[in-house]
């Protein structure tokens, strides 16, 4: 099951969508596989950092309180800066969550509020 298309994941037995191993197998050949995993994951701050781990993307099958949680965004965007694309809109309009983003990867500043983006004083601390 783990092996399979994500058609096959998303209907999946409820106790295998709960399986922390097997669902944390699936999203590292996949990370888009959290989608299917059990509300009970993607509300887990734990997993859904490991998810991260294997990529940010994963961070969009997240539960909203996980991605609007300050603290473990900060966790995420270090160990993959994508992951800012799809933290809560306040936290990508957060100096520090962005600059920390900024520092593992440069890219992520397309994933900026907007506010952010034009103020001049942030810019200068990105590019600095």
């Known amino acids: 099951a783990v092996r399979a298309g994500g058609h096959a994941r998303q209907h999946a037995a409820p106790e295998l969508r709960e ?3 097997m669902v944390l197998t699936a999203v590292k050949q996949n990370v888009g ?14 997993f859904v950092l490991a998810a991260v781990a294997c990529g940010g993307r994963a961070l969009e099958y997240a539960a909203p309180e996980i991605r ?3 603290d473990l965004i900060l966790e ?3 160990l993959d800066a ?7 809109p306040e936290l990508r309009a957060d100096r520090e969550v962005v600059l920390t ?3 593992q990867n440069q890219t992520a500043l397309r994933y900026a509020a907007p506010e952010l983006l034009s ?3 942030f810019i200068l601390a990105a590019v600095l």
């Open 82 to 88: 994508s992951a800012l694309r799809h933290a809560a």
């Open 76 to 78: 995420a965007v270090q």
């Open 119 to 121: 103020d001049q004083q």
């Open 33 to 46: 596989a959290l989608r299917h995993a059990a509300p009970s994951l993607q509300a887990d701050p734990e």
């Open 101 to 103: 983003a900024l520092r």
């Open 68 to 70: 609007a949680d300050r």
């Open 19 to 21: 399986d922390r191993d």
